[in-house]
């Protein structure tokens, strides 16, 4: 009988501790990923709502906190541990790869945003006698393509022997702008009229030094230069840097095709959506380099650029505690180009892609590529914030050493 009495107690008492357990650490996760904590990534503009809890699991989540002293959101405070985490003797190619501690690139983030100069980007100037000296115009066929209500003007094909193959005008570059037109805002049959009337203004003017200004984007330029970075500007002591406009500035709103607002929809507007890359610490060799597909492990830092602000990390610790259901780990995989929806921000796939174990790289990721308009809550990252992540590559397939 008191064996019975003795069993049932303990049995009691188990339940009870794990009811306990399992509320602190619900509760725990919660808070953290609530104030400025990081899970595994989250999708790019997703809605977060801080209503959603109700009052009795945040007066047992207040509870819990009092008891065990974890800290308040209002207490919180994000830091970067990676020298704490990586030693020589333990992690020798991810320590001796990731940036010196001296250089001015370890700084915090940036806190304005300069226009950067894109790379990718080429500008032809016509002069006023090639315009007049050329037969059956310019020599262009435009084309287009198109998401949901956003079109890019393309060039379609070159006719042999004008005066778009002279001056060495590609297919399949994008229609930037033309004659101070924005030609990224319209579709192929507004850029035609874009360069009708450039060309009639310019052979119309009085002025032989009149001159046709046509900007064009190489989409492969961009590729190229993320697998092959400029050289550093020894004189100035510039990092190499390739840019890439993904998104022209202008009206975001998602209209029908009559002009009216889509159901739901508000009138939005946008600045240029610029992905900076910038290569912090070069890899000692390389003969092998991440593209789609590729199982990579990385170790990175992020920060909002317009505050400076830790949001996001691989080694990162709030007041000191590590993030629960992290294990201490220090780095993380995903498939490079195939992360589930949400999992990381998109721009992760523009900005590491070419790179090589033990590179280092600056991603400068705009809204568009981030959390989008309506940012993260949970995260503490505002609307339309530009955001700063330190990435290094610390193994391709399951290799870590240089391939």
């Known amino acids: 009988m008191h064996r019975r009495r003795s069993s049932s107690s303990c049995l009691v008492c188990i339940l009870l501790l794990r009811w306990l357990v399992s509320a602190i650490a619900f509760a725990t996760t919660d808070q953290f990923a609530r104030v400025n904590s990081i899970g595994s990534g989250e999708s790019s503009g997703a809605k977060q709502s801080d209503d959603t809890t109700s009052s009795r699991r945040e007066m047992l989540q207040k509870m819990i906190f009092a008891w065990s002293g974890l800290a308040t959101p209002s207490q919180a405070v994000m830091t970067d541990e990676t020298d704490a985490f990586a030693t020589p003797a333990i992690e020798g190619t991810y320590y001796t790869q990731r940036t010196p501690s001296s250089a001015a690139i370890t700084a915090p983030a940036q806190t304005s945003i300069?226009?950067?100069?894109?790379?990718?980007?080429?500008?032809?100037?016509?002069?006023?006698?090639?315009?007049?000296?050329?037969?059956?115009?310019?020599?262009?066929?435009?084309?287009?393509?198109?998401?949901?209500?956003?079109?890019?003007?393309?060039?379609?094909?070159?006719?042999?022997?004008?005066?778009a193959q002279k001056l060495g005008i590609q297919p399949n570059w994008v229609v930037v702008s033309i004659g101070g037109a924005n030609g990224e805002r319209t579709n192929a049959a507004g850029a035609a009229i874009y360069f009708s009337q450039a060309v009639k203004k310019v052979l119309s003017s009085p002025d032989d030094s009149t001159t046709l200004s046509i900007t064009f984007r190489d989409p492969a330029k961009f590729r190229d230069e993320l697998e092959s970075f400029p050289s550093k500007d020894?004189?100035?002591?510039?990092?190499?840097?390739?840019?890439?406009?993904?998104?022209?500035?202008?009206?975001?709103?998602?209209?029908?095709?009559?002009?009216?607002?889509?159901?739901?929809?508000?009138?939005?507007?946008?600045?240029?959506?610029?992905?900076?890359?910038?290569?912090?610490?070069?890899?000692?060799?390389?003969?092998?380099?991440?593209?789609?597909?590729?199982?990579?492990?990385?170790?990175?830092?992020?920060?909002?650029?317009?505050?400076?602000?830790?949001?996001?990390?691989?080694?990162?610790?709030?007041?000191?505690?590590?993030?629960?259901?992290?294990?201490?780990?220090?780095?993380?995989?995903?498939?490079?180009?195939?992360?589930?929806?949400?999992?990381?921000?998109?721009?992760?796939?523009?900005?590491?892609?070419?790179?090589?174990?033990?590179?280092?790289?600056?991603?400068?990721?705009?809204?568009?590529?981030?959390?989008?308009?309506?940012?993260?809550?949970?995260?503490?990252?505002?609307?339309?914030?530009?955001?700063?992540?330190?990435?290094?590559?610390?193994?391709?397939?399951?290799?870590?050493?240089?391939?």
């Open 234 to 403: 020894t004189s100035s002591g510039e990092l190499p840097t390739v840019s890439t406009k993904v998104a022209p500035a202008g009206d975001t709103t998602q209209r029908f095709e009559d002009g009216s607002l889509r159901r739901g929809a508000t009138v939005r507007e946008q600045g240029d959506q610029v992905v900076t890359v910038t290569q912090l610490v070069p890899p000692q060799m390389c003969n092998r380099r991440a593209t789609t597909d590729d199982l990579v492990e990385i170790s990175y830092l992020g920060q909002i650029v317009e505050t400076g602000e830790i949001f996001d990390g691989s080694a990162v610790k709030i007041n000191g505690n590590g993030i629960p259901g992290r294990g201490n780990d220090i780095s993380v995989y995903f498939v490079l180009g195939k992360q589930p929806f949400g999992q990381f921000p998109p721009g992760w796939d523009v900005g590491l892609n070419g790179m090589c174990v033990g590179e280092r790289r600056r991603l400068i990721i705009p809204p568009v590529l981030g959390f989008g308009a309506e940012g993260n809550p949970r995260r503490r990252i505002p609307p339309n914030a530009t955001l700063q992540y330190d990435v290094t590559l610390v193994s391709l397939n399951g290799l870590a050493t240089p391939q």
């Open 114 to 163: 300069m226009a950067p100069n894109l790379s990718d980007e080429i500008t032809f100037t016509i002069t006023k006698g090639e315009l007049q000296n050329m037969q059956g115009g310019i020599g262009l066929e435009l084309g287009e393509v198109s998401f949901r209500t956003n079109f890019r003007v393309i060039i379609k094909s070159v006719a042999p022997n004008s005066l």
